[in-house]
């Protein structure tokens, strides 16, 4: 009986021992979170010019990036064709070597942006080369910095690795770029650019929607304005 006593007495004073460094268990899980590359296409009218390169590093540099087989091939594909055929090339190898350590997200812009897919780390480039094929030339306007801007506060939440931006690299908005390009280093987010397109600025000459009362009287003088921009000339015309 008094060795049952000790041993009562031991183990209560191991119990308020133990309660008193009041132990506890942690169980601790490590999971690693893919970063997220996007990819922005642009999808403005723009992009369906189908243009002549005067300079022949250019040309052959394009041939070698898309994987065409001639000069010919370049110079008969849209600058979006051309694109897709760089981005699907080797059976999107570029895009599975993203994919190999980012999730991939695919959006098109214009005047606005649009989100189109996205696949995870680990996943076949297949989706992303459908969404590609669907893009069509659309939009009216080739917004970089907004499109910049959006992409960089939409996923920057997302461990944003990096921003890839396929265009031929003019904005029709007038927009400064600068400052979307600060956003991003700021944020460390670096900013890729594919640009597609000849470097020979094509002749383009534009006539604005005319614009007239709406209502006149018989043999009244009607005056009718217009708007003409031209793009591409170097001496002005009359």
Not at 161 to 187: H, N
Request: net charge negative; aromatic share 2%; charged share 20%.
């Amino acid at each position: 009986r008094v060795l049952i006593l000790a041993g009562l007495r031991v183990a209560v004073v191991l119990v308020v021992g133990i309660a008193l460094c009041q132990p506890m268990v942690v169980w601790k899980r490590f999971r690693t979170e893919p970063s997220t590359v996007v990819l922005l296409v642009d999808a403005s009218q723009s992009m369906a010019t189908v243009e002549p390169y005067a300079d022949p590093d250019l040309l052959r540099s394009i041939v070698d990036g898309t994987g065409l087989l001639s000069n010919e091939d370049v110079e008969a594909a849209s600058r979006l064709k051309l694109i897709r055929h760089a981005l699907a090339r080797d059976d999107g190898s570029a895009l599975a070597g993203l994919l190999d350590r980012h999730n991939v997200q695919l959006a098109t812009f214009s005047d606005s942006l649009g989100e189109l897919t996205a696949a995870k780390r680990d996943e076949p480039p297949d989706g992303i080369l459908r969404a590609l094929r669907g893009i069509e030339s659309h939009g009216s306007l080739t917004d970089i910095p907004t499109a910049l801007s959006t992409a960089v506060e939409k996923w920057a939440g997302n461990r944003l690795a990096g921003i890839v931006l396929a265009s031929y690299g003019q904005s029709t908005t007038g927009t400064d770029l600068r400052p979307a390009l600060e956003v991003a280093a700021r944020k460390g987010i670096p900013v890729f650019p594919i640009r597609i397109g000849s470097t020979v600025v094509p002749v383009d000459v534009e006539i604005a929607p005319p614009r007239a009362a709406a209502t006149v009287l018989a043999n009244d003088v009607v005056s009718v304005e217009t708007t003409v921009s031209s793009r591409g000339l170097t001496e002005s015309s009359p």
